[in-house]
């Protein structure tokens, strides 16, 4: 079988002159295939490529006011560029594309463009990947399958790269005039605790929310409480991604925590008999229907005890690129048991640090809200006043939180002088980006043995 010239097989020409004939009509046309993510890689034929990194060249010179054909072929730098564009015609072809009559529609060229060349991209990857079954007897199939997915999680990344330029109030009446027309309390993802919601706004997409909270407080559990309700209740698609805890576990968990049947007897089997805790025959209906529920609920979970910032972020947007994922839960920053090498000298505060920052990229890049969790450090266990100096490791994780809160356990006094109807924790607001601080505490009840929290 003939070797295929895949550049002339899976090639959108026609797209690629008009490209080249708008930037040449209008230069600054080239800003917009920039921002468009178009690259000069992307052309098919050798010549329109190279024709197109000149225009980009020309025209970020500031001493060119003016682009035309003698110039494009006076800039050519060697004689192989000059050849691809002479087999075209040379100086005859850009005076033609020049003259071409094509429709102002970049958008739509620039998008075929781009999509032949990872079509293309696609059949070379694909070829490299037969060859590399036929030859290498080391690889396993499994990790030729994982190198199979990562690269084409990346092609599929690449066509979503573009950069939104927005200029300032051209969309700000509209949103006005939407706010006005559909005015709420609440302007972010709700999780039903009224102070919470109405102090927070909610969970915003790009926001990065942290709750520091001592060892054992229930930092997890309450990172559960609220993926219930966004997944569960809402049917937001929400990505849990747990470094503590497996699937299973967690899940026996979320099953407590719908059912409100006891967790140590979901897990120990004892759900299906007559105990304290409630009769058999009502257990078994409610954990019936608790499973029906969380099987239909787009939650999803994922076991990643060995992890680091770019397995983190490259689950992520596959998870959003194939289930939209809406809502990403970290549960919690540490350090990674896989370092960042560039960071392997680094003191411990610089890699939670480190951490978090792109955990906040991570939500402006996916443009999701990000909900996290740390841990205060020893002076902060018994600490009833939290502030950033209770915070374990690092102050860079306050810097990067768009809202951060405290949660502690009362102590025997408030529970003796308030009384557990008003809750057995404590939930602060301390720092909020956008908005105010100034709320009072939240008073928070939780039932450990149902893996429950609500505000009191």
Known sequence: MADININEAISYAGAERAVLTLCLRDNNKIIECEELGLKSEHFSVLGHKNIYSVIAYLYSNPDIKRIDSLIILNTLP??????????????????????????????????????????????????????????????????LLNNMQEEILQMMLSLNTNIDIYKMGQNLSERMEERMNNPTEVMGYRVGWNKFDKATQGYIPGELTIFVAPSKTGKSALLLNHAKVLAVDCQIPTLYIDTEMSSELQEDRLLANVSGVDFVEIRNGQFTKDTANGLA??????????????????????????????KVSSFAKKMQLQYNIQVLIFDYIKLPTTEVKSLQNAQEYQKLGFFTTCLKDLAGMLKIPVITAAQTNVSGETETSPSAKTIGGSYRILQMADKLFFLRNKTDEELAMHGLEHGNQVLTLTYQRSGSSDYPPIDIYSEKNLIRMQEA
């Open 281 to 310: 025959l009502d257990k078994l209906r409610r954990i019936k229907e608790a499973q029906a529920i969380i099987k239909g609920s787009p939650f999803y979970h994922v076991y990643m005890p060995e992890f680091d910032i770019d």
């Open 78 to 143: 060697d004689e192989n560029t000059k050849k691809s564009v002479d087999e075209l015609g040379g100086m005859g072809y850009l005076d033609l594309l020049f003259q071409a009559d094509v429709a102002d529609n970049i958008k739509v060229y620039v998008n075929k463009i781009k999509e032949a060349y990872t079509k293309r991209l696609v059949w070379l990857k694909s070829k490299s990947f037969m060859n590399t079954a036929l030859t290498d007897e080391k690889i396993t199939a499994t990790d």
